[in-house]
């Protein structure tokens, strides 16, 4: 049976270039994909690349940890969106989740998106930050603008929680290079666990209301 040593020397590959382009795509797809299931795709290949790129940080049975625990968080996000799927009664038209959206909002998410990104390649330049690879660093950029810019630009919790994860994601891996003992990577992932319970805590309470106490 191969060793995780085995497992990440195969894969090797994707700890470089390959993980920077993935993560800049998946965020770019929370971003303007109001679809929940693509969402919810794309932040779970995003853990996944995240943790390959920390295996260069720190030791990769901790970087496993973080991937583990962002597939946790992913579980959770997953129930909680079918529920509301289910016991929504707004239309699927009128439901951000349910991947109806205009062409107009559409556009405007994807040239946000592309203004943003940018400006953040341009910032990376300018301003590396300390102690950490260039190409990790626009990685980190990236993370925590993307999901920034899903705050700004959604209502629905669910959404909104998912920027937020993409986000904090972005100063992990940020804050990885800096302390990389075990109890900051402990105290981090439950960080991320009680905020992905908020996220489902809200959504959920989101769809027992009314559209005229949603309204309100």
């Not at 660093?137 to 899903?150: M, N, T």
């Not at 908020?198 to 309100?216: D, F, K, N």
Request: aromatic content about 8%.
């Amino acid at each position: 049976m191969p060793t995780l040593t085995d497992v990440l020397a195969q894969l090797s590959f994707l700890m470089t270039t390959p993980s920077i382009v993935g993560l800049v795509v998946t965020a770019s797809l929370i971003v303007i994909i109001s679809d929940w299931r693509f969402s919810l795709g794309a932040l779970s290949v995003q853990y996944v690349l995240v943790g390959l790129l920390l295996t260069r940080l720190i030791q990769p049975q901790v970087a496993v940890i973080k991937v583990l625990i962002g597939a946790l968080v992913c579980v959770v996000l997953y129930l909680t969106a079918r529920l509301v799927s289910e016991s929504s009664e707004t239309p699927p038209s009128e439901r951000e989740d349910a991947g109806g959206v205009s062409l107009p909002d559409f556009t405007f998410r994807l040239l946000a998106a592309l203004f943003v990104g940018l400006a953040i390649y341009s910032l990376s330049m300018r301003y590396p930050l300390p102690e950490v690879p260039s190409d990790i660093g626009l990685a980190c950029y990236w993370l925590a603008s993307l999901g920034l810019l899903v705050l700004m630009l959604t209502e629905e919790p669910l959404k909104a929680g998912m920027g937020l994860l993409t986000l904090v994601t972005g100063f992990e891996l940020f804050y990885s290079a800096l302390e990389r003992s075990l109890s900051v990577v402990g105290f981090l992932g439950i960080a991320n666990f009680l905020i992905a319970l908020a996220i489902a805590y809200l959504a959920a309470s989101g769809a027992e209301l009314t559209p005229e106490e949603r309204q309100r």
